[in-house]
């Protein structure tokens, strides 16, 4: 079985350009989630979407974060535009069904902000 | 407000017994998750606890006390492999359905 994919794995970009992050869950999982993790942190969820529904984006940075994912499957996150204090490494998640307990991760991106 | 503490570095030596601890102050979660994370790596899911007790899996075991709010991961016979960051979390289920990660705490196994 296939696990989560992400990409890009890394991406450097200079203040006030957009980025985009792209990720593919697990075959089947309809939960997605996307988490920021700084050094030493652990992950912080932004958004979590069930199918194609966000029911938990209490924590995502509206006036300059989005996400969408389409036909509940891939999704992507962007920010526009990017800030110094966004470097960080951005996980996506997936699971199946309630277990949220066990949340299969991509590998990140990991993204600097010069 | 959520809160998960965990000691930031633990080291050990093959072979050796490891437990790496976790008190939180929070309320009305389902259960406490364990999650390994090697550098550069994604978090991977270790164990569960969704009642108070000890759950094993192989090498892993992992133990819950509500009462106390305190919860453990205990390695045993301790791998060079096994150096990573490990991470609890709080579950919280119905329409939250989140996961609230710890603070990590980086586990350096020695020859």
């Known amino acids: 079985e296939a696990g989560v994919v992400q990409s890009p794995r890394y991406k450097i970009i200079e203040k006030k350009q957009p980025v985009a992050f792209w990720c593919n869950p697990i075959s089947g999982h309809n939960t997605l989630y996307w988490y920021l993790q700084n050094l030493g942190q652990g992950p912080e969820l932004l958004i979590r979407?069930?199918?194609?529904?966000?029911?938990?984006d209490s924590q995502l940075p509206k006036d300059r974060f989005s996400a969408e994912r389409l036909k509940g499957v891939d999704s992507t996150l962007k920010i526009q535009p990017a800030e110094l204090g966004d470097s960080a490494v951005y996980l996506c998640?997936?699971?199946?069904?309630?277990?949220?307990?066990?949340?299969?991760f991509g590998p990140g991106t990991r993204l600097l902000v010069l | 407000g959520q809160s998960l503490e965990q000691p930031s570095e633990v080291t050990a030596v093959e072979g050796a017994i490891v437990q790496i601890n976790c008190t939180y102050q929070?309320?009305?979660?389902?259960?406490l998750s364990w999650y390994q994370q090697h550098d550069g790596g994604a978090p991977t899911f270790l164990s569960y606890?969704?009642?108070?007790g000890l759950e094993e899996t192989g090498r892993f075991s992992s133990f819950l006390s509500r009462s106390d709010s305190y919860g453990y991961l205990l390695l045993q016979e301790l791998q060079m492999k096994d150096s990573a960051s490990y991470f609890c979390?709080?579950?919280?289920?119905?329409?939250?359905?989140?996961?609230?990660f710890g603070t990590g705490t980086l586990l350096a196994v020695q020859p």
């Open positions: 979390a709080v579950l919280y289920g119905g329409a939250t359905n989140k996961l609230i």
């Open positions: 929070t309320s009305g979660f389902y259960g």
């Open positions: 606890n969704g009642l108070d």
């Open positions: 998640a997936s699971s199946s069904g309630l277990a949220g307990a066990t949340q299969y």
């Open positions: 979407y069930e199918n194609e529904e966000a029911v938990d």
